[in-house]
T-cell receptor, first 112, second 113 residues
Framework: KQEVTQIPAALSVPEGENLVLNCSFTDSAIYNLQWFRQDPGKGLTSLLLIQSSQREQTSGRLNASLDKSSGRSTLYIAASQPGDSATYLCAVLGVYGNKLVFGAGTILRVKS | NAGVTQTPKFQVLKTGQSMTLQCAQDMNHEYMSWYRQDPGMGLRLIHYSVGAGITDQGEVPNGYNVSRSTTEDFPLRLLSAAPSQTSVYFC????????????FGPGTRLTVT
């Protein structure tokens, strides 16, 4: 059974810092890994999607990497801003059954 | 395109009541699914469907029913609501293509008293 773990559970940083969020998964038989952002009381916003054949994806100040063999992904946020404060979720799509499995998320607070 | 829509946004039920959470998508996606999100936990899959007339159970299906009579709609029914079903429910859809990105609705916040 696929399990997804996100570390740390919560993170508080001053504005301007570069930061890394970690995601690990137990079964490497995946199609892709997706990073989402969720603001309090809101739905999910897709940030980056990395296919299993890719090593990384970039969008603006965000960069996500994937090491499928070791079951790890990182989300790098450059020059963090207070507007980046949110919960960040990673999810993997397994090759069996087209099912997304989510981690519990990292709650990020960027202080001004 | 409206994408994935969900109604209602908020709902309060008493224990034992039944209700249906609505989900619709206008992207002609074959794959649709329902998740629930509880505090401190990620989203967990309740039921999913790979096309009209085909549904299957996810990780936490007990207490929920689904049907898929059209490509566009995938309602989730709570037959007899329990306080343990207090949660935020998300519907998602995607093309039935291996590894395709899934698109999420805005969620329904359900409280069962």
């Amino acid at each position: 059974k696929q399990e997804v773990t996100q570390i740390p559970a919560a993170l508080s940083v001053p504005e301007g810092e570069n930061l890394v969020l970690n995601c690990s998964f137990t079964d490497s038989a995946i199609y892709n890994l997706q990073w989402f952002r969720q603001d309090p009381g809101k739905g999910l916003t897709s940030l980056l999607l990395i296919q299993s054949s890719q090593r990384e994806q970039t969008s603006g100040r965000l960069n996500a990497s994937l090491d499928k063999s070791s079951g790890r992904s990182t989300l790098y946020i450059a020059a963090s801003q207070p507007g980046d404060s949110a919960t960040y979720l990673c999810a993997v799509l397994g090759v069996y059954g087209n099912k997304l499995v989510f981690g519990a998320g990292t709650i990020l607070r960027v202080k001004s | 395109n409206a994408g994935v829509t969900q109604t209602p946004k908020f709902q309060v039920l008493k224990t034992g009541q039944s209700m249906t959470l609505q989900c619709a998508q206008d992207m002609n996606h074959e794959y649709m699914s329902w998740y629930r999100q509880d505090p401190g936990m990620g989203l967990r899959l309740i039921h999913y469907s790979v096309g009209a007339g085909i549904t299957d159970q996810g990780e936490v299906p007990n207490g929920y029913n689904v049907s898929r009579s059209t490509t566009e709609d995938f309602p989730l029914r709570l037959l007899s609501a329990a306080p343990s079903q207090t949660s935020v429910y998300f519907c998602a859809s995607s093309p039935l293509v291996d590894g395709h990105e899934q698109y999420f609705g805005p969620g329904t916040r359900l409280t069962v008293t």
